[in-house]
């Protein structure tokens, strides 16, 4: 686990299933790039830690490439080069997240270098 503090933040990274935080210990977590990297089954016991190491109104702020219909050379592209082999739909991603009692609200869908679909989004307990 590597973490760094930066007066008043502290931050935490972790490899594995679980973090060695506490429960409610943390205001927000923040996933750029990661959930598509993840097999779906580990993704949804990520989602229930980040649940379980959240504070009571924390969020949770994504940004993840994610296939769109009615892209097909976007899709074919990322699938391609992308070194993630799970990359999903805005409804899986954002289902990970209800499935665990989280608000989402998608903030942003967007192209990255022309070729790759972002999704930006909060997930709120």
Do not use: H, S, W
């Given at each position: 686990m590597l973490s760094a503090y930066i007066?008043?933040?502290?931050?935490?990274t972790f490899a594995g299933e679980?973090?060695?935080?506490?429960?409610n210990s943390f205001?927000?977590?923040?996933?750029?790039a990661v959930l598509h990297h993840i097999p779906p089954e580990m993704a949804k016991s990520?989602?229930?830690?980040f649940r379980r190491?959240?504070?009571?109104?924390?969020?949770?702020?994504?940004?993840?490439p994610c296939f769109v219909e009615k892209t097909p050379i976007c899709n074919w592209?990322?699938?391609?080069?992308d070194k993630g082999d799970y990359?999903?739909?805005?409804?899986?991603?954002?289902?990970?997240?209800?499935k665990e009692k989280?608000?989402?609200?998608?903030?942003?869908?967007?192209k990255k270098c022309f070729f790759y679909n972002e999704l930006y989004f909060t997930a709120l307990l």
């Open positions: 007066p008043p933040y502290r931050f935490e679980e973090t060695p935080a506490e429960n205001d927000v977590i923040l996933i750029i990520y989602v229930r830690e190491v959240l504070k009571p109104g924390g969020k949770v702020i994504a940004i993840e592209f990322m699938k391609v080069n990359i999903q739909k805005e409804e899986t991603y954002l289902n990970y997240f209800t989280f608000q989402c609200r998608v903030l942003k869908r967007f």
